[in-house]
């Protein structure tokens, strides 16, 4: 997508970013200490102290432990509007097999089993660009005139650290923003930088079911209801409102990530578990979805001759991501200039953030981009050979490690970029 913009200022931006370069030895080691060392969603207390170093070396107001591990740097620079730029910097349970030399040998013992962690969702990399962007705009404060807000955010795989954040009193430690980004790593081109208007990301709920029979033994199946039975009707039932009732040209996922029910091999058990992950791009499909979920499931259940009703309990929300239109316009006009051909048109991600609870709790407008990490070789070889599904590492997995020189380039300065949109003299 080609858009019309104002050609002088925003190579201007281009030449900004490049005379400003964050010193390269500093962010790579920054980089690799964060990535050797992740920490689970609220526990990221060496993450958030670690950071917390490196924003003592910039002329920023730094606030900590807001809603747990996460903090603020407030970059005060005159007159202007307020922009904040958030990164999150929580690890996943999931065991490296990169073979880096900087991989991560983190195991987590606070559990009930010990739990390699790794930083799987290079939630790393964005911390390490947000740093780098604190460093450039920082040095470069005669060229910008307003206030930059770096918002360092946890607990982002449980999707509870934005919304702590607000709740912990967010608003009193920093200015009121007028614009909010955010951005994630992924498999992709390394270096590419995509983004797009309106819903980017999906909307996320869990629900827990319990399903309540009567327990009997297994040679007694007619004194039973069996919930186990009934439990296997409903995960069939359930693909059936994505296939028929939701209309083709919408989007839903209904995944049933847990499904528990007896523990032994002659009893027929009293209850049974289910719990669903559910996606949606828009708020009329999500209701309509939760709404035939629940119709599907109290259904089944009288068809079984349950006499106990099923509960329904909905958890790890996730808002819906759906970029200003406004905001994309601008800053896509600068990307566009900052990185030419490899700033493209974002597809629609079906992955959630909390992101959006950020600017929602301000009512601020917002953009959340994406920025491809796969080498790109790999990536052209995957896509001539049409196996790019089953050869190329994603979010979440062992071996999902960015390209490190593209991407840390691309992610610093798309952030310094977007910032600069709206502050650069
Ligand atoms: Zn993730
Ligand atoms: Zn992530």
């Known amino acids: 997508m080609l858009l019309t913009s104002n050609s002088s200022s925003e190579s201007h931006i281009a030449s900004l970013i490049a005379a400003f370069a964050p010193d390269p030895d500093w962010q790579r080691d920054l980089y690799r200490k964060l990535h050797a060392n992740p920490e689970l969603s609220g526990k990221e207390i060496e993450t958030a102290r670690m950071i917390a170093r490196e924003l003592g070396r910039f002329n920023a107001e730094v606030t900590t432990n807001i809603g747990g591990n996460g903090m603020v740097a407030v970059f005060r620079n005159g007159p202007g509007p307020t922009v904040l730029m958030r990164a999150d910097f929580d690890g996943l349970p999931v065991k490296e097999e990169s073979g880096l030399e900087w991989a991560s040998h983190k195991i987590d013992y606070s559990g009930q089993t010990p739990t390699p962690v790794m930083h799987a969702c290079g939630h790393d990399m964005h911390t390490t660009a947000l740093l780098g962007a604190c460093q450039v705009l920082d040095s470069a404060r005669e060229h910008w005139s307003g206030t930059f807000i770096a918002l360092f955010q946890p607990s982002e795989e449980n999707g509870a650290g934005a919304a702590r954040m607000v709740a912990d009193g967010l608003a009193e430690a920093i200015p009121k923003p007028d614009v909010c980004f955010g951005q994630h790593v992924i498999a992709g081109p390394a270096g590419q930088v995509s983004s797009m208007p309106g819903a980017a990301l999906a909307s996320c709920d869990s629900i827990e079911i319990v399903l309540t029979g009567q327990s009997a033994h297994g040679s007694m199946p007619h004194n039973a209801i069996d919930p186990t039975f009934l439990a296997a009707m409903i995960v069939i039932r359930l693909q059936g409102i994505v296939g028929r009732e939701i209309p083709p040209h919408e989007f839903a996922v209904v995944s049933v990530g847990t499904l528990e029910s007896g523990n032994s091999n002659n009893t027929i058990p009293g209850q049974a578990r289910i719990v669903l992950n559910c996606r949606t791009y828009n708020e009329e499909i ?98 001539a050979e049409g196996n790019v599904a089953e050869t190329i590492p994603v979010n979440h997995m062992g071996t999902f490690v960015p390209d490190y020189e593209p991407t840390v380039h691309a992610t610093t300065s798309a952030a310094v970029a977007a910032v600069l949109t709206y502050l650069r003299k």
């Open 286 to 383: 999500k209701a309509q979805l939760y709404a035939a979920i629940e119709r599907v499931v109290r259904g089944e259940c009288k068809a079984s001759g349950t006499t106990v009703d099923p509960t329904f309990r909905y958890f790890a929300h996730g808002p819906l991501t759906d970029n200003t239109p406004e905001v994309f316009r601008r800053v896509r006009a600068t990307f566009d200039q900052v990185f030419g051909p490899d700033s493209t048109d974002a597809t629609r991600w079906t992955a959630s953030e909390d992101f959006a609870n950020l600017p929602e709790a301000f009512g601020a407008p917002y953009l959340f981009w994406t920025v491809g990490v796969t080498p790109r070789e790999q990536w052209d070889k995957a896509l």
